[in-house]
């Protein structure tokens, strides 16, 4: 059974940095491409970040290029999302997918969602 589980959301101010983890089980991340994604209050789910499962190369969104950075640890079969620099437009409920595929990609085509982490950036 494939589970995503999201943590490390929270309450941060403008500047500071959080590190989301993705946990995953039921399947290795070496076959399956995975994303983080985010959705504030009113809009629509933005991809943020993802990882190709081949060979781990990034994605980065351009509102978050440089200052977030996603990597994985086969070991633990974890993903992370590391985001420093945040500001208050970073504030979203966090959400990381997976897809059977090689490569990831920035829109929602994913089979497997965890349930979200809650980040909140004040100003």
């Known amino acids: 059974q494939v589970q995503l589980v999201e943590s490390g959301g929270g309450l941060v101010q403008a500047g500071g940095s959080l590190r989301l983890s993705c946990a995953a089980s039921?399947?290795?991340?070496?076959?399956?491409?995975i994303g983080w994604f985010r959705q504030a209050p009113g809009k629509e789910r933005e991809g943020v970040s993802c990882?190709?499962?081949?060979?781990?190369?990034?994605y980065y969104a351009d509102s978050v290029k440089g200052r977030f950075t996603i990597s994985r640890d086969i070991a633990r079969n974890t993903v992370y999302l590391q985001m420093n620099s945040l500001k208050p437009d970073d504030t979203a409920v966090y959400y990381c997918?997976?897809?059977?595929?090689?490569?990831?990609?920035?829109?929602?085509?994913?089979?497997?969602w965890g349930q979200g982490t809650q980040v909140t950036v004040s100003s």
């Open positions: 990882i190709h499962s081949r060979d781990a190369s990034p």
């Open positions: 997918a997976a897809v059977k595929s090689t490569y990831c990609s920035p829109i929602p085509i994913y089979d497997y």
């Open positions: 039921g399947f290795t991340l070496d076959s399956y491409a």
